[in-house]
Nanobody, 126 residues
Framework: QVQLVESGGGLVQAGGSLRLSCAAS????????MGWFRQAPGKEREFVAL????????FYGDSVLGRFTISRDYAKNTVYLQMNSLKPEDTAVYYC???????????????????WGQGTQVTVSS
């Protein structure tokens, strides 16, 4: 079992930055790939970023590429999402998710993830 708790959301002006954190519980955190998704009202949950469970390979959604950076700290069991140059269209609830190596689903689809956090609201004003 893995429990995920996001933090760091809030209200920011366009062009600003935020850093989201996702604290994970469980001794097997290191074997999970960790992803961030977001969901705006009336829209489907959208893939934002993934960091692989081994090495440092990362993947990003097209809409955030070059602006967002995902990282993880194994010692702290924490994953981060640094968000720069924020835009009003980045407004959404952001979710952290864990994907086990046994889950063969593609990384950008929500069903491919085994555990989810409760989400944190990010609001970008124009």
């Amino acid at each position: 079992q893995v429990q995920l708790v996001e933090s760091g959301g809030g209200l920011v002006q366009a062009g600003g930055s935020l850093r989201l954190s996702c604290a994970a519980s469980g001794r097997t955190f290191s074997r999970y790939s960790m992803g961030w998704f977001r969901q705006a009202p009336g829209k489907e949950r959208e893939f934002v970023a993934l960091i692989w469970w081994y090495g440092s390979n990362t993947f990003y959604g097209d809409s955030v590429l070059g602006r967002f950076t995902i990282s993880r700290d194994y010692a702290k069991n924490t994953v981060y999402l640094q968000m720069n140059s924020l835009k009003p269209e980045d407004t959404a609830v952001y979710y952290c998710a864990a994907k086990s190596p046994e889950n063969s689903g593609v990384y950008y689809r929500p069903p491919s993830y085994d555990y989810w956090g409760q989400g944190t609201q990010v609001t970008v004003s124009s």
